[in-house]
């Protein structure tokens, strides 16, 4: 193994375990603890990536979840393949196989970096003016193009075969990070006896701590690692704690309710990975919260500030001491602060040649850039880097001194050879979860960053993420913090060491020598957003934060510009001369970085996905060759094809022997509502449009309900079985939702009336059999029942029963057709339903299904709630004037009908279609038209609601909603379709029996 | 994401609740004595309030029972709960 660029020791990597893993093609080897990004540098790899619209040479940049550019592809099993991952979290295992994204056809040559030459024309809202028109090219055009040039990695095409897991978790203090202020916090909060959770997103806990200096940074008199080594023992060992690592916060919501990530095997090489559940969605709820998240480093702005080998001083101080990684022979730093002077210290002592420092400030008393003088480092002072060399690598920089005032270059230009150039712009509070959770930022105009300032929650921030910075501080705040907010008594000491910080000073945009417009300085690497770009879209008169973020796709990429938000906002500020903290920040949205969409869906995929009820019938249904529909969350047997019959033939059938022979529908999924007490009359008045109270104990009747607005809102049978005691049916769909509505009213509006309602769909099963035969069944089938017409007649109920068993028997009809409802108690339906089967064989008896009971009903122009009407159609526009009743006083809704719209008489109503050649059959949703144009816009007067080949008619036969409907009985309609237009005739809704003999048969 | 006070059941989480819309809206007595706008008024109108709002909330997947809520609808935040016929604390 090479690894040419790997240290000769220290590190927290294994050398003893070396693991070989494959980067676009190529096999390369790590070891044991490094991520896929140190070991890619650890082999002097750089180019990762292209970038997203001028794919120009992209390389590792940081060390943690802010990268921009190193986004790869890791390919598992074919179509199994997880894309848009960072490489500097992405810890490596034996096995791993990952690729470039956003190059195409290869990382070294790259077709789209053509778009680097032209990349004059491709400014700030470049996509939104160039694709507006014509809209058709987008779909087939220019999408594709932009998707292949993109690259945003490549969806799984197979199912995700790995398993997520879901968990609830409540605590009384969650701790966010775990740095060195979240192991204060915690090392403090465990002593309150509270249940403490603690989490952090990296396998290792420590934070930056993690590969500080030990020369310069000591708790207790303990170099850095050794502290960590020991609070982590000690809070292992305390029972209030639970501690979770690879866990990252991807929401804070209101009520203190986060949603946390954790990542169980990605890191395991594939053999231990089996049967394992690979991520964690943890759903916690919080008394307490403490944020300890943090801050992210800043690079600098300046003309082409993107080469590969350009790296956070920090992340280069981390690949180096974590790592054991140089990232380059000949280094020279960026500076505006002393931290970047901790690295250079770091990389000198580890015999790596730093060359020199440019620092924009005047000069530095810090201790470190003192050190680096003893060192013999050369530092330019008061100068800027203002260009780089490289293509593919950075090779020199070119060096100016700054004016006074910092706003221009002056004097010679100075070019220095290098391999690696760190940058260091100061550090930005990680506030993403603070705001996420509604918390309100103020600006330090001195030290140039938002921090948290107001928050309604039980919550604190700590350390950097609160923009406290310097160990000492940190540890102190966090402690003393935590105790306050805790109300702990007890104290550890602290006595920490650290350097002496010099001042730290801020140039958003570095100037340039070179004329404005000619530079290429990116704000955002990951959206290839330069600082040109929001120039532009300032110019073109952009001028809120969230306009210019939107038009120049600054910080909208998947790292939600997490590197890049900070400067963006401060070149909006300098050039509109705004103050920053004036100016205020983009929002920070949910997740805090991307999570896979197994993780949200966890258990509930395939049959766990949705609830699936199913009739008492539904064993029957399946053996005897049912197709099944979706309503709701119900299994309606759809219709029974015979043989090899398609579903027409087979609908066909089934309705015409419902109405020659007979037929048996299951009706099991009915909303029913078992409605109780004594005003129990004097409430159905109220919620239905017709009238109730004259309602015979025994007799059925048909009810409409409204919503308040006058419009139709479901219907059904209702039945009085005694006195005070009545079954409400609904349609199959509206059950839950008129059952919540009702028990509104009672518990609201009329809490003075005694009713009581039970839902009590479940509890019953119906068997409906139609047709001339259906008497002759029921006869057999039930016992204590006397059919004669005089005893039982049409719209009546009879208690009887089927064996032993008691039966409610209705006699009503949705076919027209002489017709019984058996309810029984619902584990007796499918015996009940098999004896109606056996003792109507003799007859012919057919089961049908749902769809054949649309067509018969649609013979008969019955509606159907949901399908003749849309929340807009009232009784009167169904033309059920009938139903609704003068007398009563009042019902929910009937205001409404008497509203001046309401009132109009040219509503879409409800009318039958019929075509002139019958064999025609108009498609559902089609639009209609009075007056045919040569092609579309035309007015559109209404749409076909239902249509069906009616077998026992011989004809086609519609129902539709068309405005001023009632007029036009007979009248030539038009029904325009994308290769030719149907002539209809307005007809009556009723095709079928309009005497409605057949009731009797 | 909230948690609310149930005032029979006590604190739940808010995937337990329903929403009602605004509270203390008055069914009308005699709504056929109304003109079209003052119907209209009742039917449509709602305040949509930044700040303390009264609102009906309804423990859908508990005990099914209505009541009242006064949140702070710019952070969520609910300051009392009470059931259907009491007057607000806050
Ligand atoms: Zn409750």
Request: with cysteine; hydrophobic share 35%.
């Amino acid at each position: 193994m090479t690894n040419e660029y790997r240290l000769s020791s220290g590190g927290q990597i294994n050398r003893s375990e070396s693991i070989s893993f494959k980067f676009n093609g190529k096999t390369l080897y790590g070891y044991k603890g490094d991520t896929l990004a140190s070991a890619l540098l650890a082999n002097g790899i750089h180019l990762v990536g292209r970038s997203f619209k001028y794919h120009r040479p992209r390389g590792i940049l940081t060390s943690g979840v802010e990268e921009p550019n190193a986004l790869v592809q890791i390919i598992k099993d074919k179509g199994k393949t997880d894309p848009n991952l960072r490489a500097t979290q992405i810890e490596i295992y034996e096995g791993l196989n990952t690729t470039s994204q956003n190059s195409w056809p290869s990382v070294n040559f790259d077709l789209g970096s053509i778009n680097n030459l032209f990349s004059p024309i491709i400014p700030a809202g470049f996509y939104y003016k160039t694709f507006m028109w014509p809209a058709n090219l987008w779909e087939n055009v220019y999408e594709y193009f932009i998707r292949k040039a993109a690259g945003l990695g490549k969806s799984p095409t197979k199912k995700d075969p790995d398993i997520y897991d879901h968990c609830y978790y409540h605590c009384e203090v969650l701790i966010v990070g775990a740095g060195p202020a979240g192991l204060v916090a915690a090392k403090t909060a465990i002593n309150s006896g509270k249940k403490v959770l603690l989490v952090d997103e990296r396998p290792n806990f420590g934070g930056n701590l993690n590969f500080s200096n030990k020369d310069y940074n000591k708790i207790n008199q303990l170099a850095p690692l050794e502290w960590i080594k020991k609070t982590c023992l000690e809070l292992q060992k305390n029972k209030n704690i639970k501690i979770l690592s690879r866990t990252s916060v991807a929401a804070y919501h209101n009520y203190n309710y986060l949603i946390m990530i954790q990542n169980l095997t990605d890191h395991l090489p594939d053999k231990d990975k089996k049967e394992k559940i690979r991520q964690r969605l943890w759903k916690v709820r919080a008394k307490k919260v403490i944020l300890a998240t943090g801050s992210i480093e800043r690079p600098m702005i300046f003309d082409c500030n993107d080469r590969p080998g350009i790296m956070l001083s920090s992340a280069v101080r981390k690949y180096a001491n974590t790592y054991s990684v140089k990232c380059g022979n000949n280094i020279s730093i960026f500076t505006n602060n002393d931290d970047a002077y901790e690295t250079a210290i770091t990389l000198h002592n580890k015999g790596v040649k730093v060359k020199s420092i440019i620092d924009i400030r005047e000069k530095s008393d810090g201790t470190l850039p003192k050190k680096c003088n003893e060192l013999g480092i050369k530092i330019h002072w008061k100068s800027a880097v203002i260009y780089t060399e490289g293509y593919k690598k950075i090779n020199k920089i070119h060096v100016m001194r700054l004016s006074k005032d910092n706003t221009n270059v002056v004097g010679n230009k100075l070019k220095i050879d290098c391999d690696l150039l760190c940058v260091s712009g100061g550090y930005t509070p990680a506030v993403h979860l603070f705001t996420q959770s509604g918390g309100k930022l103020d600006y330090n105009e001195k030290k140039h960053y938002f921090f948290p300032k107001k928050n309604t929650l039980s919550q604190i921030s700590v350390g950097s993420c609160n923009g406290t910075f310097g160990l000492k501080n940190i540890i102190l705040e966090a402690q003393e913090k935590t105790r306050e907010f805790l109300d702990i008594k007890e104290t550890e000491q602290f006595n920490v060491l650290e350097s002496e910080g010099g001042v730290f000073e801020n140039i958003w945009l570095i100037p340039s020598s070179k004329i404005s417009g000619k530079t290429k300085s990116f704000v955002d690497y990951q959206n290839d957003s330069t600082a040109n770009d929001i120039k532009l879209a300032l110019r073109e008169g952009f001028k809120s934060i969230e306009h210019v973020k939107r038009y120049t796709t600054t910080g909208m990429a998947t790292d939600q510009g997490k590197i890049s938000n900070m400067h963006a906002l401060g070149i909006i500020s300098e050039i509109t001369n705004t103050k920053l903290g004036e100016l205020g920040t983009t929002t920070f949205r949910p997740p805090y970085s991307p999570i896979t969409f197994g993780a949200l869906v966890g258990r509930n995929v395939g049959q766990f996905f949705d609830i699936t009820r199913k009739t008492p019938m539904h064993d029957w249904q399946e053996k005897n060759n049912a197709k099944f529909e979706d309503v709701g969350q119900w299994k309606r047997a759809w219709y029974y094809p015979s043989g090899n019959e398609n579903m027409y033939d087979a609908v066909q059938r089934e309705s015409k022997a419902a109405r020659t022979k007979a037929g048996i529908l299951d009706a099991s999924t009915l909303g029913k509502i078992d409605i109780q007490g004594s005003d129990a009359s004097e409430f159905l008045n109220r919620v239905y449009t017709n009238a109730w109270s004259k309602l015979a104990i025994g007799k059925c009747r048909y009810g409409l309900m409204l919503n308040e607005d006058g419009m139709v809102y479901d219907d059904g049978v209702t039945t009085r079985l005694s006195e005070n005691h009545y079954i409400m049916t609904t349609t199959t769909g509206g059950a839950a939702t008129v059952m919540g509505k009702l028990e509104d009213f009672l518990q609201t509006e009329w809490p003075e009336l005694k009713v009581y309602l039970t839902s009590v769909t479940d509890h019953f099963a119906t068997v409906s059999v139609c047709g001339p035969h259906s008497k002759k069944i029921l006869e057999k089938v039930t016992q204590n029942i006397d059919y004669s017409d005089s005893n039982f007649p049409h719209m009546s109920f009879k208690n009887g029963l089927v064996d032993k068993i008691k039966c409610r028997v209705m006699r009503i009809s949705f076919t027209g057709e002489l017709s019984y409802e058996i309810n029984v108690q619902a584990n007796y339906g499918q015996s009940v339903w098999e004896k109606c089967m056996a003792a109507g064989k003799e007859y012919g008896i057919t089961p049908y299904g749902t769809e054949a009971m649309h067509l018969l009903r649609a013979e008969k122009g019955f509606i159907i709630v949901g399908q003749e009407t849309d929340g807009t159609v009232t009784p009167v526009d169904l033309q059920m004037d009938w139903i609704v009743s003068k007398k009563k006083y009042d019902f929910i809704g009937k205001r409404s009908l008497y509203r001046s719209d309401t009132m109009r008489e040219d509503r879409k109503q409800y009318v039958g279609l019929l075509t002139n050649d019958p064999k025609e059959i108009l498609e559902e949703g089609a639009q209609i038209v009075a007056e045919v144009k040569n092609k579309p816009p035309m007015d559109m007067i209404g749409h076909v609601t239902s249509s069906y080949y009616s077998p026992n008619l011989n004809k086609s036969i519609a129902l539709a909603v068309v405005k001023n409907g009632k007029k036009l009985k007979g009248k030539k309609l038009y029904v325009p379709m994308p290769n030719k237009t149907i002539e209809v005739i307005v007809s009556d809704t009723i095709f079928l029996d309009k005497e409605g003999k057949r009731l009797n048969a | 994401m909230f948690i609310i006070k149930c005032p029979y059941c006590g604190e739940r989480d808010h995937s337990e609740f329903s929403y009602g819309g605004e509270a203390h809206l008055i069914r009308p007595k005699q709504p056929t004595e109304l003109s079209d706008d003052q119907w209209a008024e009742y039917l449509f109108m709602r305040k949509n309030i930044k700040g303390l709002q009264y609102e009906r909330w309804n423990h859908s997947h508990g005990c099914r029972r209505w009541f009242n809520a006064a949140r702070d609808t710019s952070n969520d935040k609910i300051h009392s709960v009470y059931k259907i016929g009491e007057k607000s604390s806050k």
